[in-house]
């Protein structure tokens, strides 16, 4: 069964960069049907997209957060990676790595298995 | 501001029937997808496509579209059901958005 995790540090300094890894398990992330995003939650709000990777490196990003965000995938360990720039606390939140579906399955668009979330706060 | 809107809350009597809206203009032209939400935990997928589940769901969760509005409708809301739910879908650029979400209180 497929299985996201999140990991990295959960506080950061205002102005530096957050840099946060999910690692996939029981299946391939090179898979050609899917794409794998990044969601975050900030305490008490809802639901923000990040961005999202294909296993190819092909990206595309939330245009509010473009500017500040790199996400990147390295195959050879299953994982891929968020990075945000010039972090404030407005930036404090849950982040999520989630599987998407791609347009040649019957998921397309949705978002259909999230990692548990992991928790980041930005603070001096 | 998000491209879809959602009502903040909603609220239910247990065993009654619920529609959870979201509304946007992208939605012509997209699908919805909706997430149960409980405190503490990740989201969870319960609808997407024209009116798909997941392994798992229960089938009195359902979907349905009509015009620029997504709805969910859970028939027989039981008090495992509270919860926040987000629909998810694409804007006009193609990316990825979400609703504001609302709160659903099963009383």
């Known amino acids: 069964q497929l299985q996201l995790q999140e990991s990295g540090p959960g506080l950061v300094k205002p102005s530096e960069t957050l840099s946060l890894t999910c690692t996939v398990s029981g299946g391939s992330i090179s898979s050609s049907s899917y794409y794998w995003g990044w969601i975050r939650q900030p305490p008490g709000k809802g639901l923000e997209w990040i961005g999202s990777?294909?296993?190819?490196?092909?990206?595309y990003y939330n245009p509010s957060l473009k500017s500040r965000v790199t996400i990147s995938v390295d195959t050879s360990k299953n994982q891929f990676s968020l990075k945000l720039s010039s972090v404030t606390a407005a930036d404090t939140a849950v982040y999520y790595c989630a599987r998407e579906g791609g347009q040649t399955v019957t998921i397309k668009d949705a978002f259909d298995i999230w990692g548990q979330g992991t928790m980041v706060t930005v603070s001096s | 501001s998000s491209e879809l809107t959602q009502d903040p809350a909603v609220s239910v009597a247990l065993g009654q029937t619920v529609r959870i809206t979201c509304q946007g203009d992208?939605?012509?032209?997209?699908?919805a997808s909706w997430y149960q939400q409980k405190p503490g935990q990740a989201p969870v997928l319960v609808i997407y496509?024209?009116?798909n589940r997941p392994s798992g769901i229960p089938d009195r969760f359902s979907g349905s579209s009509s015009g620029n509005t997504a709805s969910l409708t859970i028939t027989g809301a039981q008090a495992e059901d509270e919860a926040d739910y987000y629909c998810?879908?694409?804007?006009?650029?193609?990316?990825?958005?979400f609703g504001g979400g609302t709160k659903l209180t099963v009383l």
């Open positions: 992208s939605l012509r032209s997209y699908y």
């Open positions: 496509g024209k009116n």
């Open positions: 998810n879908s694409r804007d006009s650029s193609g990316n990825q958005v």
């Open positions: 990777i294909y296993y190819s490196g092909s990206t």
